[in-house]
């Protein structure tokens, strides 16, 4: 059974940092690249980062960009998201999601951490 687990969510003041774990059971991560998305109350999800199988290539939607980072540890099989600087328009729902190198879709999807960001 395929699972992703995310954690390290939470309550943060504004400027504060958090830093999200993305661990696989079942699948080997080396062979999927992995989203970071996140979904806030009345908005529709969104992709906030995103890195390749090899690790070479990332991708950061505008409002995060220089603030978050995304980066993976295969040996683990972990995918994190470390983010800066955080917003009150940071709270969300965040999951992350791998995508087989050759599927036109996420294939797997974690069931989310909640990320609330206020004094």
């Known amino acids: 059974q395929v699972q992703l687990v995310e954690s390290g969510g939470g309550l943060v003041q504004p400027g504060g940092s958090l830093r999200l774990s993305c661990t696989a059971s079942g699948i080997t991560l080396d062979y999927y690249n992995i989203g970071w998305f996140r979904q806030a109350p009345g908005k529709e999800r969104e992709l906030v980062a995103r890195i390749k199988m090899s690790g070479s290539s990332t991708y950061y939607t505008d409002s995060v960009k220089g603030r978050f980072t995304i980066s993976r540890d295969n040996a683990k099989n972990t995918v994190y998201l470390q983010m800066n600087s955080l917003k009150p328009e940071d709270t969300a729902v965040y999951y992350c999601?791998?995508?087989?190198?050759?599927?036109?879709?996420?294939?797997?999807w974690g069931q989310g951490t909640q990320v609330t960001v206020s004094s």
């Open positions: 999601a791998a995508q087989l190198v050759a599927s036109q879709h996420y294939d797997y």
